[in-house]
């Protein structure tokens, strides 16, 4: 194996051309190869299945996300039909299920 090596670099500034250039082709990617392969098709039964992705500027980084709102508000309709006892259980058991995605569990509470 490999020795490691460390260098420092030296980074500038991304220009608006450059940002512009980069976010052009990741929204490529995204239309191109993330949504034909992770999002077929739309099956609402599944409330941890995302319903989109998409991209944005976070800082000097472009960062992918996927967006599982609808799902949340749907779960708060459903919360309306039953009682806060019985909602609360039901939410607690998906945050148990799918804890890992934080940002469901954001839209949760």
């Known amino acids: 194996m490999a020795k490691q090596e460390w260098k420092w670099v030296r980074v500038k500034a991304l220009s608006d051309n450059d940002k512009a250039d980069i976010a052009t082709a990741c929204e490529r990617f995204i239309?191109?190869?993330?949504?034909?392969?992770?999002?077929?098709?739309?099956?609402?039964?599944?409330?941890?299945?995302?319903?989109?992705?998409?991209?944005?500027?976070?800082?000097?980084k472009y960062s992918f996300r996927?967006?599982?709102?609808?799902?949340a508000r749907l779960l708060a309709r459903i919360g309306g039909l039953?009682?806060?006892?019985?909602?609360?259980?039901?939410?607690?058991?998906?945050?148990?299920?799918?804890?890992?995605?934080?940002?469901?569990?954001k839209l949760l509470g």
């Open 31 to 60: 239309a191109e190869t993330l949504k034909p392969r992770l999002l077929p098709e739309i099956r609402p039964t599944k409330f941890n299945y995302p319903l989109d992705i998409f991209g944005r500027w976070r800082g000097s």
């Open 66 to 71: 996927e967006s599982h709102q609808e799902a």
């Open 82 to 105: 039953r009682g806060a006892a019985e909602q609360t259980i039901y939410v607690e058991s998906l945050k148990t299920r799918y804890g890992r995605k934080p940002n469901f569990m």
